[in-house]
């Protein structure tokens, strides 16, 4: 599914790069570019960080 209409970031490649040590929005946006345009994805991008962190995987390869 994609999460970034602007940059046509699909939730995999998301995953991916939070997987690789993305802790913020600024790091998504730089890895990605998910989040750096109109922001209307912001907010699933932080429901994806604040999951991330849930089940504790904030580490590469977690």
Known sequence: MIVCIC????D???KRVLRQGA???GSLRRE???GGDCGSCRPQ???MLRELK???RQ???G
């Not at 940059?7 to 699909?10: A, D, K, L, N, R």
């Open 7 to 10: 940059e046509g970031v699909s």
């Open 54 to 56: 849930a089940t504790g």
């Open 12 to 14: 995999r490649e998301v």
């Open 32 to 34: 990605c570019g998910a």
């Open 45 to 47: 991008l932080r429901r």
């Open 59 to 61: 580490t590469p390869g």
């Open 23 to 25: 802790c913020d929005l």
